[in-house]
């Protein structure tokens, strides 16, 4: 079911009814209904995977919440300080036996069906170095719909009950309800139970101020899928499909497109549905501020995907920082070069997990962990650095407040973030490496007098759409990165925002009417 | 609180420790920012914080870790 469909429409106009209409305490369960509905639109037999995992994640904090209370209790029952020190080292013993055995359970499908042809094809490319006649043609398996995002709701779920962040559900359907809820499983955000539950599970009556922002916020969401994201997906497949027959400056335009569609996309899912849970009454975490208004490659990643970002943070950067080896580190690193550099090497050391994992995360294929890795290394290579480029912007008396090194800043930035995607994109390292060797042998600047090379496959209306539709996504991040977004929604009289509503509605049947591609999201696929 | 202090304003000493009562709310110090506290104040006050114990309640400000670390000590 594509969520810009008249089917999808028919869903989320009877999920709002039978919400508002049945008593408070059962709304949780119309959700239960309608998650199940929608997922079992894209295939029945997939959902087996999910319940597994609920299941799974279910009971592994159920023990885990037994043990938080009852190893308490043994803790004050015992006698002296060594008998309570023992029954400490017991309990956590315990726990992370528990919580490990949860995780790996958790896991093992996701592992299996996303990372088994990747890690296959690595262990028979290395065979056939010895031998060959040894080939791999892969596993025709599919990945179930947004399996990675439960994955990951199911394992942070798993590691707050252990960190005793919140105890656990007792009722599994209220927690199915939570992994499973549509909104948030195709791609994101990453929500916290004990955040989503306080929404999900109070009770929300029916309001009309709600509805008209939900709604309003569900057009947005609309009008940046259908009129920017979609219309230029054939353009950048195109060119970056067959980059061998296009000119450097053609592929650095795709880039550029693509970073565009890209956001206008994931940016447009997440308006939609933080749209239809505000009309519910449903607070769902913002994934995005205004990214390429990001003066680093750090700050970019915390205006992106944010809730991804908080979750690698949350359950690998610190783990792997804090842990008995990144202490170590940072010891070392302290005693050696001193507090500055001894502080960034422990985060080098958590980064180097994080980013492999976020390389992992986005794709089983070694283009992606390049990706991770030049993110790692740019970021890394900055915070180092931070004090050399100080005293060069001394030197060169530039003003680190002024307007024009804010933009220079913020669009190094997007060149780094887009030429990183040289990789993300391709499907493997030799196509990516000969994509940048196009750039740099076959770039044809005086191609620029051509604009119609440009928007490949593109019809004229399109391009003029899509094109002022760009330009009002930018605007009205310009008015939000400067905090004016607000006020200037609030003082819009009536008239003028039922215009701008029905320009944004002319333009998405304009452009469904000229387009064919609409569909899934990008960010599902992964 | 003194010694808390000192370690805080080494680590980053833009910040107005004495007021700041949102450091981790309000995005003031970043996860490099927090590992070094947790390391120094761990070698310092010879306590074991650990990755369960990065709540925001706990590090949102000075006073709130020096509570968090008389806890740890306390035992």
Redesign the interface.
């Known amino acids: 079911m594509s969520l810009i469909s008249l089917d999808c429409f028919k869903f989320a106009l009877i999920t709002v009814i039978a919400y508002f209409l049945i008593p408070k305490r059962f709304q949780w369960f119309v959700l239960f209904i309608a998650n199940i509905w929608f997922y079992c639109s894209y295939g029945p037999v997939y959902i087996v995977f999910l319940v597994l995992a609920g299941a799974v994640s279910y009971f592994g904090a159920r023990i885990l919440e037994k043990e938080n209370n009852d190893g308490a209790k043994r803790i004050s029952a015992a006698g002296d300080d060594k008998e309570k020190e023992e029954a400490r080292r017991g309990l956590l013993r315990r726990k992370k036996t528990i919580a490990f055995i949860t995780i790996i359970l958790v896991m093992s499908a996701w592992i299996v069906l996303k990372y088994g042809n990747f890690l296959a094809g690595n262990v028979f490319a290395l065979l056939a170095v010895f031998d060959p006649a040894i080939s791999f043609e892969g596993f025709d398996w599919v990945l179930p719909l947004g399996m990675s995002f439960y994955t990951f709701h199911a394992i942070g779920y798993v590691v707050d009950v252990y960190r005793k962040k919140y105890p656990a559900e007792k009722n599994f359907l209220k927690y199915f309800t939570f992994l499973s809820f549509f909104p948030h499983m195709i791609q994101g955000p990453f929500s916290r139970f004990n955040d989503l539950s306080k929404t999900m599970f109070a009770g929300n009556s029916f309001s009309y101020t709600r509805l008209c922002e939900g709604a309003s916020r569900i057009l947005w969401g609309a009008f940046k899928k259908a009129v920017v994201a979609d219309p230029t997906a054939g353009t950048v497949n195109m060119i970056l499909g067959a980059y061998a027959d296009h000119t450097g400056i053609q592929i650095v335009f795709a880039f550029c497109l693509y970073s565009i569609r890209l956001y206008a996309d994931f940016s447009g899912y997440m308006d939609m549905v933080c749209g239809f849970c505000h009309i519910l009454g449903i607070g769902l975490e913002e994934n995005f501020r205004q990214p390429f208004f990001a003066k680093t490659v750090d700050e970019y990643w915390r205006r992106w995907h944010i809730t991804l970002g908080r979750w690698f943070r949350d359950y690998v950067f610190y783990p792997a920082s804090m842990s008995r080896n990144g202490m170590k580190i940072s010891k070392w690193a302290r005693n050696k070069w001193g507090a500055k550099t001894g502080k960034l090497i422990s985060g080098y050391f958590a980064m180097i997990f994080v980013w492999t994992a976020t390389g992992l995360w986005h794709g089983a294929n070694w283009t992606y962990l390049v990706w991770g890795y030049l993110n790692l290394i740019v970021m890394c290579s900055t915070m180092q650095l931070s004090d050399k480029y100080t005293l060069i912007k001394e030197k060169l008396k530039i003003r680190s407040d002024s307007f024009l090194w804010k933009l220079f800043c913020m669009i190094r930035t997007y060149i780094l973030i887009s030429a990183f995607r040289f990789f993300s994109v391709a499907k493997d390292i030799r196509s990516a490496v000969a994509t940048i060797a196009k750039v740099f042998t076959d770039f044809r600047i005086s191609m620029i007098r051509q604009p119609s090379e440009f928007f490949v496959g593109m019809f004229r209306e399109e391009i003029i759409l899509m094109a002022i539709a760009a330009a009002a996504i930018f605007t009205v991040d310009i008015l939000n990165e400067t905090g004016r977004w607000a006020k200037v929604k609030e003082k819009c009289p009536a008239v003028l925002r039922a215009l701008a509503y029905s320009i944004m509605i002319v333009m998405i049947i304009l452009m469904l009417k000229t387009d064919d591609i609409t569909g899934g999201f990008m960010y599902a696929n992964f | 609180m003194e010694q808390l202090m000192k370690i805080l304003k ?2 980053r000493p833009d910040v107005d420790f004495e007021n700041a009562t949102d450091l981790i709310d309000s ?1 003031i110090l970043d ?6 506290i ?3 104040v ?2 310092a006050f010879g306590v074991e914080i ?3 114990d ?2 925001p309640e706990n590090f949102n400000s000075a006073e709130a870790l020096y509570e968090l670390i008389k806890k740890m000590q306390a ?1």
């Open positions: 080494d680590i995005e996860s490099f920012d927090i590992i070094s947790v390391s120094e761990n070698d650990n990755v369960d990065l709540l035992g």
